[in-house]
């Protein structure tokens, strides 16, 4: 694809800790069911899975927050379970019950089976990436992404989400050299699922690392961070001569920062329980930060969404060498009011500018 210079790269330049003019915004989950148009299309596409490998309704649902609020970037629209499910674990989305595996992979024998897929069956996240950056036509850069190693492991023991994390952790704890085998091959295929995604056309990439938080300490840096390291390394580092930037972003990982930041990423998203001041302090600008609104503040009403976004931007301050991007510090949540959204992007550019020169 021939690359068409971008009309807004702010996103990319604070990724890099390059100067730009105001805080970069875009929002977690922004494409989704908080949306009616969304919703409308859904419908149309008949269920998650076939909104997500039909290119054009995908293209389709990435755009519809971009046409509504003036954000910075677009991300892809898919999900970080079409991984395992072109590992064979059969994926299916039961309208309001979440994520479900017909075959979770639960001991040896299951684990033995297990293998890093042909890239081919994920052949329509890539083309949904080159039909996505043709309609963009560099109005904004496109995310891809991936879920890491240990939070797509996961959903393959589990078998769908879990309050608990019993059988994982039951895994990880009874037999580790079986979790290690599967998070060997999720970094593996996580490695060549984004630098396909990147060949496609994306122009930077996330790896999200929801669940890693909920690991004792000692265990995350052993069974989560490392394999989100291995990926970062595999990742490849430019295109077109322009740099591909890398963020991770561990819910609940604040405790971890100075390892998470130095595992070789460019940016590290941060949950809403830390304070971006005191983050910018440990970490001393070598990465840059995005995150990082509660997503519930979206909920108190136009003046409360202002007051609090304008919290984080004096939290992070002055940018100087630094690098912000303002996002929410988790997934949108679908009950959320879209004005919310408006106040919210409307208030990043309106207040933060003065921290940019
Ligand atoms: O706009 C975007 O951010 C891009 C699209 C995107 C989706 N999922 C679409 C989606 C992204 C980046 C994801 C990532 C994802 N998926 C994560 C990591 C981020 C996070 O929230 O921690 C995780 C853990 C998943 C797994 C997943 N997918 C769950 C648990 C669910 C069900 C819960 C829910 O919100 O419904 C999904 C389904 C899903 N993925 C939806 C969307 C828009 C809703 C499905 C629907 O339309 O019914």
Known sequence: MSAKPLKNDVFLRALLRQPVPYTPTW???????????????????????????????????????????????????????????????????????GPRFATPIRNEVDVSKLCVPDMAKLQYVFDAVKVIRRELDGRVPLIGFAGSPFTIACYMVEGKGSDDYRLIKGMLYARPDLLHKILEINAQTTAHY?????????????????????????????????????????????????????????????????????????????????????????????????????????????????????????????VGNGGHVFNLGHGISQFTPPEAVAALVDEVRSYSPQYHV
């Not at 910018?280 to 909920?299: C, E, H, T, W, Y």
Request: glycine share 10%.
């Open 27 to 97: 929002l977690m989950r922004q494409a989704g069911r908080y949306l009616p148009e969304y919703r409308a299309t859904r419908e149309r596409a008949g269920s998650f899975m076939g909104l997500a490998q039909n290119p054009d309704y995908a293209c389709e649902v990435t755009l519809q927050p971009l046409d509504r609020f003036p954000l910075d970037a677009a991300i892809l629209f898919s999900d970080i379970l079409t991984v395992p499910d072109a590992m064979g674990l059969g994926l299916s989305f039961e309208q309001g019950e």
């Open 194 to 318: 984004l630098n396909a995604q990147i060949d496609a056309g994306a122009q930077a990439v996330m790896i999200f690392d929801s669940w890693g938080g909920v690991l004792a300490d000692g265990i995350f840096q052993q069974f989560s961070l490392a394999y989100t390291k291995k990926v970062v390394e595999m990742i490849k580092s430019d295109r077109d001569g322009r740099k591909v930037p890398v963020i991770v972003f561990t819910k609940g990982g604040g405790q971890w920062l100075e390892s998470i930041s130095a595992c070789g990423c460019d940016a590290v998203g941060l949950d809403w329980t830390v304070d971006l001041a005191a983050a910018r302090l440990r970490i001393q600008d070598k990465v840059a930060f995005q995150g990082n609104l509660d997503p519930m503040s979206l909920f108190g009403g136009e003046s409360a969404i202002r007051k609090e976004v304008r919290r984080v931007l004096d939290a992070y301050g002055r």
